[in-house]
């Protein structure tokens, strides 16, 4: 794994083919590709390296500043890599620097947008709402089948298609920053016998989720000459409400909004970009100095533990030698006992030599104690 600063990795993708790189930072040149177009740096075309030999190669584009969202340092990690804790020891990445004004990054990132993004038609589907309008599809025929109530479509009401119609646009609008989108159906038990359905749309920009819904819908009935309302459209975060509402009125839908909508997105996804980068330079410090506290810990740990089994088998020496030494005693104490009845008067012999037996077995030093034979003297040689 390698971090790199854009302008670092800009300088090499155009310095070698895409092939050699790749294989230097051990990855695929299609995952490079994708990881450059991801951050927002400009690759060389195909044959590029040949015009070059050649001497017709263009200029080269110049790097553009950072859309928001996007990383100031980019990870190229290898396809096959595995998560691990942070280890007492890792290195600390640098403190976040961004010296782009939060301005500019959306005023160059609202430049790509095409204006008129807001009527593009439900019938061109983002693929933000294909698997949903596959499950409506797919209940529609269910019900044409079968004729069951509860295959018909959830979605198909005027203020729906409003609402997929307004997510469609949106997905298709942030593509320019390379977001991910999904337009899900949600629910909401209401009553035991009511539930209530709305759709959310989920957008991902580098590491920040923002997630839009909206709020009041009314379903007009059909033919009525009137738009369905479709409700305000809320900016939420995660179950929280974000404070960001827009709300249509007679003279101007919330289609023609969108493009308020983009720009505000883009605004919140670059400072909550920032503010995550800082946070979680702090939390990867945090996670490194507990990693490095456990670490004493069980190094403490190891060496008490260590200390104690030392100490336990110096006691249990101790005991074994004071155990011996009274074994010592009593042996001695046979010894001369017996020694005193051999003073007074003959002992019985068989008695005699069973004591004596009984001491020798009591006595720890027997056996114990190696004699140390002095070895013969060597043959001097003629």
Same mark, same amino acid.
């Given at each position: 794994?390698?971090t790199?600063?854009r302008?670092?990795l800009?300088g090499?993708?155009w310095s070698?083919?895409?092939t050699?790189?790749?294989?230097?930072?051990?990855?695929?040149?299609?995952?490079?590709?994708k990881l450059c177009l991801r951050e927002?740096?400009p690759?060389p075309?195909k044959?590029?390296w040949?015009? @070059?030999e050649?001497?017709k190669?263009?200029? %080269?584009?110049?790097?553009?500043?950072?859309?928001p969202?996007q990383?100031s &340092? =980019? /990870?190229?990690?290898?396809?096959r890599?595995?998560w691990?804790p942070?280890?007492?020891?890792?290195?600390l990445?640098p403190?976040p620097?961004?010296?782009e004004?939060?301005?500019d990054?959306?005023a160059?990132?609202?430049?790509?947008?095409?204006?008129?993004?807001?009527r593009?038609?439900?019938?061109?589907?983002h693929?933000a709402?294909?698997?949903?309008?596959?499950?409506e599809?797919r209940?529609r025929?269910?019900?044409?089948?079968?004729?069951l109530?509860?295959?018909l479509? @959830?979605?198909?009401?005027n203020?729906?298609? %409003?609402?997929?119609k307004i997510?469609?646009c949106?997905?298709?609008g942030? &593509? =320019? /920053?390379?977001?991910r989108c999904?337009?899900?159906?949600e629910?909401?038990?209401i009553r035991?016998?009511q539930?209530h359905?709305?759709?959310?749309l989920?957008?991902?920009?580098?590491?920040?989720?923002l997630i839009?819904?909206?709020d009041?819908a009314e379903?007009?009935?059909?033919?009525?000459?009137?738009?369905?309302?479709v409700?305000?459209?809320?900016?939420?975060s995660g179950?929280?409400?974000?404070?960001v509402r827009?709300?249509?009125?007679?003279?101007k839908?919330?289609?023609?909004?969108?493009?308020?909508?983009i720009q505000?997105?883009?605004t919140?996804?670059e400072?909550?970009h920032?503010?995550?980068?800082?946070?979680?330079r702090?939390?990867?410090a945090e996670q490194?100095?507990a990693?490095r506290?456990?670490?004493?810990a069980a190094?403490?740990?190891?060496?008490r533990a260590a200390?104690?089994?030392?100490?336990?088998?110096?006691q249990a020496r101790?005991n074994d030698?004071t155990?011996e030494?009274?074994?010592w005693?009593?042996?001695t104490k046979?010894?001369a006992?017996i020694?005193h009845?051999?003073?007074?008067g003959p002992?019985?012999?068989?008695?005699?030599?069973?004591?004596l037996?009984v001491?020798e077995?009591?006595d720890?030093?027997?056996?114990r104690l190696?004699?140390?034979?002095t070895?013969?003297?060597e043959?001097?040689?003629p």
């Amino acid at each position: 794994m390698a971090t790199l600063a854009r302008e670092e990795l800009y300088g090499l993708i155009w310095s070698q083919p895409r092939t050699t790189l790749a294989d230097r930072f051990g990855l695929s040149d299609v995952a490079l590709g994708k990881l450059c177009l991801r951050e927002g740096i400009p690759v060389p075309p195909k044959g590029y390296w040949a015009q @070059l030999e050649n001497g017709k190669c263009g200029p %080269r584009p110049a790097l553009s500043i950072r859309l928001p969202g996007q990383e100031s &340092d =980019v /990870v190229v990690t290898p396809e096959r890599t595995s998560w691990r804790p942070a280890r007492a020891g890792d290195p600390l990445p640098p403190e976040p620097h961004f010296p782009e004004r939060v301005e500019d990054q959306v005023a160059y990132a609202m430049a790509l947008v095409d204006p008129k993004f807001w009527r593009w038609p439900l019938s061109d589907t983002h693929a933000a709402l294909r698997n949903l309008l596959d499950g409506e599809r797919r209940r529609r025929a269910r019900h044409r089948k079968n004729g069951l109530p509860e295959d018909l479509p @959830l979605f198909d009401a005027n203020h729906f298609q %409003r609402q997929l119609k307004i997510f469609n646009c949106l997905a298709h609008g942030l &593509d =320019v /920053v390379h977001a991910r989108c999904k337009v899900s159906g949600e629910s909401k038990e209401i009553r035991a016998t009511q539930t209530h359905y709305y759709l959310r749309l989920t957008v991902d920009i580098g590491k920040v989720r923002l997630i839009f819904q909206f709020d009041g819908a009314e379903l007009v009935g059909l033919g009525s000459g009137e738009p369905p309302r479709v409700g305000d459209l809320v900016l939420v975060s995660g179950h929280i409400n974000d404070g960001v509402r827009w709300t249509e009125d007679g003279a101007k839908p919330l289609e023609q909004q969108l493009l308020a909508v983009i720009q505000t997105t883009l605004t919140r996804t670059e400072e909550r970009h920032r503010r995550w980068a800082r946070r979680y330079r702090e939390t990867l410090a945090e996670q490194i100095e507990a990693a490095r506290k456990k670490d004493e810990a069980a190094a403490t740990a190891g060496e008490r533990a260590a200390a104690e089994k030392l100490a336990a088998a110096e006691q249990a020496r101790r005991n074994d030698l004071t155990v011996e030494a009274a074994r010592w005693h009593e042996a001695t104490k046979i010894r001369a006992y017996i020694a005193h009845l051999d003073a007074v008067g003959p002992a019985d012999a068989e008695w005699r030599a069973w004591a004596l037996k009984v001491a020798e077995e009591m006595d720890p030093t027997t056996g114990r104690l190696q004699r140390v034979e002095t070895p013969p003297p060597e043959t001097p040689t003629p």
